[in-house]
């Protein structure tokens, strides 16, 4: 492969398509460069985006006192907007587009969806302070970060989630709620064919009890709390494993031996090959991958750097369509320009990815089926020429033509942009070309 | 100024790749269903409250444990639309009131799907899949019913209003309409695209069917009534957003060549607070239903008398009220049945009474949704019962279709 498609892959599947003098940058050194980003700081700027704590606690006071609520909801608007904002300020425009689509990967790996309305406000507090910080670190301490978050605490029904024969429990007459523990399981480590049963669910559910959010009275209302009066009492076995009656040493215990459990190497090397080689990976390569979690007891670094360095990866540019959010970053990546918070998100509403509203817990899909649409393409149509309509400043489609790609496009593609009747339509036409279209 | 029918004439001389017939959708024969039959489901999310949509008011202990949410009696001002001696519709929900006269509107009350934790999250996932396990959901049990029906590769489906919900997700492909969508690109832009496309095997052909299928709804939509614009307010999310998508899924079903099964989704129905009696929140979702489902009827013209629309919803509400003048999550609740195939103009299932409730809270289940389904499909769109038995409904086999729904 010529450096220069090579440099156009790392930008675009480890990245999103390459910002002006991105690719001068890569050159002929594109696995260096994704390297590098791996060690550094991410090029992202929270502003003032209040922590997840705040949010929960006035939502917990909007439940005691209606006064509240629609001073809350404007509120609530805001701060969802902020973190749309945040997230594509940093993904067009930052200087570590690697950690940016990593943090993506893995806030959608680990979903909390704002479908239920409960959490929407907390979605982006829970990506920046659960998965931010562990996407290059141990898969265990995110696993650990994502469970005890009071976002999938309240997503996933856990903060609901009574022993029946704890001190509550009996008292109240109230019961384990599964959500939690199932999807720990199904999504989150082993995968849905890891090899567990309905048994396994259940005890998981059971120790995790008492795994909650912290109530106004608290003293540190909104977040995390182990309360043992709800916690169920007793031995629980899990994946044939004894947890002895231990409080909230039982679920540390548990989640430490499912990072590690080798169903988790295989299901977590599974989802990063769709994500970074095709929909259909190499056999081989989720092997070597899911070796390398195995080896390395789920560092995240070094699971990267496995996938970085699978010769797939480089073999078949343009393998993956772009989802939505892709696309729409890429396209205004590549322009330098970024939308307005609230236009960005009509965006991606019509274009059927809305940001923080995965339809369910498994999150948005990872494979171009899911959207290749016939009428997904066409409002994908519609869409680019909508970018290029309402950009403020037009750039030249030429030059952001050589700055996104060199001179790796087809012939075709090329002379179609040169021969657009205007910098709008070559634009337009860029955008929706079918190498665009794709990573 | 070309339209979108010259751009597709024009592009059919350039791409080799479309072979379709003209129209987006399939015409009889593209689909194996009996007659010129029509099937919409309306998924009703966030818990519609049974209870209010068709009070038990013969029910002596309704007026007790309902309080303060209790309808006034048929006759009183403001008071519940009768339907028969012990049961009456809400007064909102006249708009549908003249189709139970007509016997084209059945009401199956005390219904449910079979699950318990009053999550929605996942009672929406059950009544959707069809499952009775939550594990790996993938696909929806209409899209699955889908599969024997459809013959060709067009479209027998269609989702109304948005990104396609699970009870219609699976390995059948469906087409979708969304009024709020971007502005149409210009014809120029499209061909153009259309060319970077020809040698793309996976968006050349996607372009191709979406256009045809753009060019269809727009024909459809624009012509039936000339100097109305149909999808007027349909681009927001409150009770009136559904009349628009009702009438537009009305035209399209309607068509030539169009649709012959649709899903459509309304909201609205999570009354935890301020419920309200004859106004108030519950109030003006159901009058924007009862007015929805009353111009998708409109809409239908002729094709009505074959048309069935059947309301679906995840859960029940509480019997008693709540803090908040509301009521909360419970267990039963309860489908309409509606339009020319019905056998309406009755309230069928057995009725659990509220002298005993669900977990001294609820409505207890009197009838299966499921049941109504596997009814609907084997009846009215003629699926085969072993196919109905093994694939849409696997996992229920103890529940049966629910007899004498439909008109002989």
Redesign the interface.
Known sequence: MPASMAAVVAATRFGFAPKPGELAQIGSDPRGWVTSQLDRRPDFAPGNLPPSREIVTAMLESRRDKEERPELKERLKATYLGEIDARMRAAILGDTPVLERLTQFWGNHFTVSGMRPFVRGVTGAFEREAIRPHVTGRFIDMLTAVTSHPGMLLYLDNAQSFGPDSLVGRRQNKGINENLGRELLELHTLGVDGGYTQADVEALARILTGWTVAPLRDWHPGTFRFFPQIHEPGDKVLLGRTYRNGGIDEGEAALRDLALHPATARHIATQLARHFIADTPPADSVERIARRFRDTGGDLRQVTLAVLHEEAVWREPFAKVRTPTELVISAYRAVGAVPQPGFAFMALKKLDQPPFLAPSPAGWPDVASAWVSPESVVRRTEWCQTFAERLADVPDPVDVMANAYGEVLPEEIQSAVRRAPDKRAGLALLIASPQFQRR | MPTRRDVLRLLGGGVAACTCAAAGWPSAAFADIPGNRRLVVVLQRGAMDGLAAVAPLGDANYASLRGSLALKPPGEANGALALTRDFALHPSLAAIHPYYGKGELLVVHATGNGYQ?R????AQ?MMESGLSA???ITDGWLNRALAPLQRGKERLALAVG??TP?ILRGAV?V????P???????P???E??A???AN?T??GP?????????SFSNGVLATNTPGDDPMKGAAGFGPKAFKPLCQAAGKLLAAEGGPRIAAMDMGGWDTH?AQGTENGRLAGNFQGFAEGLDALAQSLGDAWRETLVVSVTEFGRTVRVNG?NGTDHGTASLMFVMGGAVKGGRIAGDWPGLSRLQDDRDLRVATDSRGVMKAILRGHLGLDPQYLAARVFPDTAQIKPIDGLLRA
């Open positions: 934790t999550s929605h999250f996942d996932d939550k594990r790996g948005g990104a699970l492909p087409a979708s309409y969304e709020a969508g971007f502005h149409e690109a210009a120029g832009f499209v153009a695209v060319q970077l496309y793309d996976l968006l996607a372009l191709q069917e979406g256009l045809k299928a753009q607070v908040t």
